[in-house]
């Protein structure tokens, strides 16, 4: 049975200062040295441990390979008798799925954009150490106090192939986390008949094309370098 640490336990040289949840794999912890720096402490289910553990080590073993600011660091592998954990360095600032479950941020077309090229920069680097994330979602991307994005939880990041894992998985997620974020200024009577997005949104045939590429709905982008295009050309004339 998995021991889940109470708030002033120890885990190596590491305080818990808050659970912050689990999953399938493991529990998650907001922990400081004794430094009192904060760090995320992530432990793996014993349950886990048994069936796969290249697939629970994918986290640590991508992040090796990135030296990043908007990226967490790999600290370091917590291993005994009756754990495993690692260690990665804590993000700073506020999760989407804050920003607009709690917060109830409305996003301008420009917030949208900036946002946008911010994550296309992050993915470009990515792409270029053959990384894909899959799981660009509302709680993995946190805006900080300088208006800056960061990306964590690599838990799904694989390394690509020219099968499963290519650079479109993260376009439909980046054009998935815009459309929520389009969806925030929404505000039209609710109807019964349900649309998709396209049709929903308000959006210029621009916009529509841009994210219906990113989708994978129309032509699908080939790389990084055409969605930088598409989305300058918004930027300009929006």
Same mark, same amino acid.
């Given at each position: 049975?998995?021991? +889940?640490?109470?708030?002033? %336990?120890?885990?190596?040289?590491?305080?818990?200062?808050?659970? !912050?949840?689990?999953?399938?794999?493991?529990?998650?912890?907001?922990?400081?040295? /004794?430094?009192?720096?904060?760090?995320?402490?992530?432990? !793996?289910?014993?349950?886990?441990?048994? #069936?796969?553990?290249?697939?629970?080590?994918?986290?640590? %073993?991508?992040?090796?390979?990135?030296?990043?600011?908007?990226? *967490?660091?790999?600290?370091?592998?917590?291993?005994?008798?009756?754990? &495993?954990?690692?260690?990665?360095?804590?993000?700073?600032?506020?999760?989407?799925?804050?920003?607009?479950?709690? &917060? /109830? /941020?409305? @996003?301008?077309?420009?917030?949208?954009?900036?946002?946008?090229?911010?994550?296309?920069?992050? !993915?470009?680097?990515?792409?270029?150490? &053959?990384?894909?994330?899959?799981?660009?979602?509302?709680?993995?991307?946190?805006?900080?106090?300088?208006?800056?994005?960061?990306?964590?939880?690599?838990?799904?990041?694989?390394? #690509?192939?020219?099968?499963?894992?290519?650079? &479109?998985?993260? +376009?439909? +997620?980046?054009?998935? @986390?815009?459309? /929520?974020?389009?969806?925030?200024?929404?505000?039209? *009577?609710?109807?019964? %008949?349900?649309?998709?997005?396209?049709?929903?949104?308000?959006?210029?045939?621009?916009?529509?094309? @841009?994210?219906?590429?990113? #989708?994978?709905?129309?032509?699908?982008?080939?790389?990084?370098?055409?969605?930088?295009?598409?989305?300058?050309?918004?930027?300009? @004339?929006?």
């Amino acid at each position: 049975m998995d021991k +889940y640490y109470e708030i002033g %336990e120890r885990i190596g040289n590491y305080q818990i200062t808050k659970r !912050l949840g689990e999953g399938r794999y493991g529990i998650v912890y907001l922990v400081r040295n /004794h430094q009192s720096h904060p760090y995320i402490l992530k432990q !793996l289910k014993q349950d886990m441990q048994h #069936m796969n553990l290249k697939k629970l080590f994918y986290e640590p %073993e991508t992040l090796r390979q990135i030296n990043d600011p908007r990226i *967490p660091k790999f600290i370091e592998e917590i291993k005994t008798e009756n754990l &495993q954990a690692y260690v990665l360095e804590y993000m700073e600032g506020t999760v989407f799925e804050d920003l607009i479950m709690q &917060q /109830h /941020h409305k @996003f301008s077309r420009s917030e949208i954009y900036n946002i946008a090229g911010q994550l296309l920069d992050i !993915l470009e680097m990515l792409h270029q150490h &053959q990384i894909v994330h899959r799981d660009i979602r509302l709680p993995n991307v946190i805006l900080n106090q300088n208006q800056e994005l960061t990306l964590i939880d690599f838990g799904l990041a694989r390394f #690509m192939n020219k099968e499963r894992y290519v650079k &479109q998985v993260d +376009y439909w +997620y980046m054009g998935n @986390f815009l459309i /929520h974020l389009y969806y925030t200024t929404y505000n039209e *009577p609710y109807e019964l %008949e349900e649309k998709p997005w396209y049709e929903e949104l308000t959006l210029n045939t621009d916009e529509a094309n @841009f994210l219906k590429r990113l #989708m994978g709905i129309e032509k699908e982008y080939e790389d990084g370098e055409s969605i930088k295009q598409d989305l300058y050309h918004l930027t300009a @004339f929006k």
